[in-house]
């Protein structure tokens, strides 16, 4: 087995320059949308190649383009239907009951269009 040399690791550094190149538009684009900072995690794993001489390398890059945070508000009356019905022990205890619940959209996701959940 061959050990991780000056070669491996400059054949490693240039496969993840070639990644930050690629990406380089969508780096800048999720850098400028950030509120403070942007990370980006860059990873190279090595293994032993098939032939006792080699190395394999694999490079992989990890970066958030879209921050989205959404919240969801609710007020629930004590006089409320639960949401399980009871149902015959040899069914089981309870069976879920099917209803249509609204959910709206903060108007900071105004790009969102409203949907129905159905459970």
Avoid at 26 to 37: F, G, H, P, Q, V
């Amino acid at each position: 087995m061959s050990g991780i040399t000056v070669k491996v690791c400059e054949e490693a550094g240039d496969m993840l320059t070639k990644m930050l190149r690629i990406y380089q538009e969508k780096i800048d684009k999720a850098y400028l949308r950030s509120e403070e900072s942007l990370t980006i995690d860059l990873k190279a794993k090595f293994k032993p190649g098939k032939a006792s001489d080699q190395i394999d390398i694999e490079t992989g890059i990890n970066f958030v383009t879209d921050r989205i945070k959404t919240s969801f508000r609710r007020v629930v009356s004590e006089g409320q239907d639960g949401l399980f019905d009871k149902k015959s022990k040899k069914q089981g205890p309870f069976i879920l009951r099917e209803r249509s619940i609204p959910v709206h959209w903060w108007p900071s996701c105004n790009h969102l269009k409203p949907v129905e959940a159905r459970i």
